[in-house]
């Protein structure tokens, strides 16, 4: 029996309203699978320029917010969806901007007080509108959420019974700013410690976060190891060892209302473990659209979907692909966009091997459900990977990962379903695409991999019961 508690998330983004990567995910599944548990579940997002056409009701028309000596005036509007209440906090001055944090200039210089307003609408949110027992934060734009409710608590008892969460999606971003404008964010220089906000001369908001909530979680269990190591901590692993004991690893689940290939209306053919012909017509299909010659059906065909960054392993790519369509018969089909080195990277390999390598520079929905669909292995040999959901969505579609033992890629993926290497370079990733190449040449086994990872379940329900466990520990009411 779930005690039922009243739950607000905090987040920058929730699909399909803001969304730049797996975050919004995350905040577009996990609140309804909450309510689905009987809680009350709202979620507090900017009313960004795309969120503006989101059919949501305007409830506030003018909600002052003060912050660093000054009044923002927001609006605040409300949309229900699968049972759980979307609130957008509309500014036009500090959202309503072509990009979510920054533009072709760089990351925004006011995003400190873009957040900071955010997280005192939250507040101000669950004081008129949505009584709050849990505030749950996600990543370093909402680290400010816990200090200003110390803060309000200690004068308005209405928050005196609230308890906060924070969630790391990704440890490599910390929000930093200059002491200086701590002013502008409502932090008093009494904050500004070592043991509270102060990170290397600057102030780190995801820092501030971690330090004065009631509880940590991220996104998978062995990315909550890693992070407490000086490999992975990005300077804050003493403070993560020092709050071990409130540091839960919860991997982030799939929604497969949307990545399943029985059902996927995006696909030219449906297909299941019982039946994986339709996979064959995915493949077929995907080779036609993307210029790859058609006797490579019969071949092994890579699949990547990403951002091109140096966190998902693309130095490895760089070292070990030109040995491999050298001399392996193989084929790669490649879709994202990020760093321009790595942009290049594909290029000068499509260049090379035109009839091996067909690259996608940009973001298309409907090509990331046909890789999934049409590749035989999903390539993802990151650096580090807090969870990862590609390689969820793989195993669903039968399509075989190969992935480096890293954070949420080695707690979903083993030997049964996948291929997977520990040393970060580019031979062990080599070696490992060649014992995966010697595996497809064995129809039988390789079948029986792809049937054996589409029957895994990685759904939210579990996930969505230990949020909720950890939500009646925190809770008096719990």
């Known amino acids: 029996m779930v005690t039922a508690l009243s739950i607000l998330m905090v987040s920058s983004e929730a699909s399909p309203y803001a969304k730049s990567g797996g975050l919004a995910d995350v905040l577009g599944a996990l609140p309804a699978a909450l309510a689905a548990l009987g ?22 028309d003018v909600l002052p917010v003060s912050l660093g000596g000054g009044i923002y005036e927001v609006g605040v509007w409300e949309l229900q969806s699968a049972g759980v209440m979307y609130y957008f906090v509309d500014h036009p001055g500090l959202y309503d901007r072509n990009g979510l944090y920054g533009d072709q200039y760089g990351d925004f210089g006011d995003n400190h007080i873009r957040y900071g307003v955010l997280a005192k609408a939250a507040l ?9 027992d849990i505030f749950h934060g996600h990543d370093w734009q909402a680290g400010l959420l816990p200090v200003y409710l ?36 409502s932090l008093p220089d009494s904050l500004y410690r070592p043991d509270l906000v102060e990170f290397y001369g600057s102030v780190s908001m995801l820092k501030a976060g971690l330090v004065f909530c009631d509880a940590i979680t991220t996104v998978s269990r062995k990315y909550a190891e890693e992070i407490q190591t000086p490999e992975y901590g ?30 996927d209306k995006l696909l030219c053919a449906g297909y ?37 960054a140096s966190q998902k ?23 994202g966009n990020g760093e321009s080195r790595y942009e290049d990277l594909f290029r000068r390999l499509h260049h090379a091997f035109p009839n091996k390598v067909a690259i996608w520079l940009g973001y298309n929905d409907q090509l990331a459900h046909s890789i ?48 997977k290497f520990y040393d970060y370079n580019g031979y062990a990733l080599l070696e490992t695409i060649r014992a995966a190449l010697r595996a497809f040449a064995d129809r039988e086994a390789w ?25 009646r520990k925190l809770h008096p009411a719990g």
């Open 313 to 335: 392993g693309f130095d490895l790519i760089a070292e070990a692909a030109w040995k491999i369509f050298a001399e392996e018969d193989v084929y790669l089909v490649a879709l």
């Open 272 to 308: 299941t473990p019982e039946d994986l012909s339709g996979k064959r017509e995915c493949k077929a299909a995907l080779l036609k659209e993307m210029g790859l010659p058609e006797q490579a059906i019969d071949k092994p065909l890579l699949g990547i979907v990403s951002r091109f």
């Open 234 to 263: 990005f300077r804050l692993e003493g403070l993560l060892r020092a709050r071990s004991g409130q540091l839960t690893g919860i991997l982030n689940g799939a929604d497969y209302s949307r990545w399943n290939p029985a059902a």
């Open 39 to 60: 809680h009350k579940v709202a979620v507090v997002i900017p009313r960004y320029q795309g969120a503006r056409t989101a059919p949501a009701r305007r409830v506030i």
């Open 150 to 185: 110390k803060a309000a608590a200690a004068v308005n008892p209405v928050y005196l019974g609230s308890r906060t969460v924070m969630t790391i999606h990704n440890l490599g971003y910390l929000g930093i700013f200059p002491r200086n404008k701590m002013h502008e964010v």
């Open 124 to 132: 101000e949110i669950a004081r008129l509108l949505f009584p709050t």
């Open 447 to 471: 079948e029986k991999m792809m049937v054996k990872g589409m029957r895994e379940d990685f759904s939210w329900a579990p996930s969505a019961l230990q949020y909720s466990e950890l939500y």
């Open 372 to 419: 999934e669909a049409g590749a035989d292995m999903f390539l993802m040999p990151s650096l580090y990977e807090p969870c990862g959901l590609n390689q969820i969505y793989s195993l669903r579609y039968g399509t075989v990962p190969i992935v480096r033992a890293t954070g949420g890629l080695d707690d979903t993926i083993n030997g049964e379903t996948g291929f």
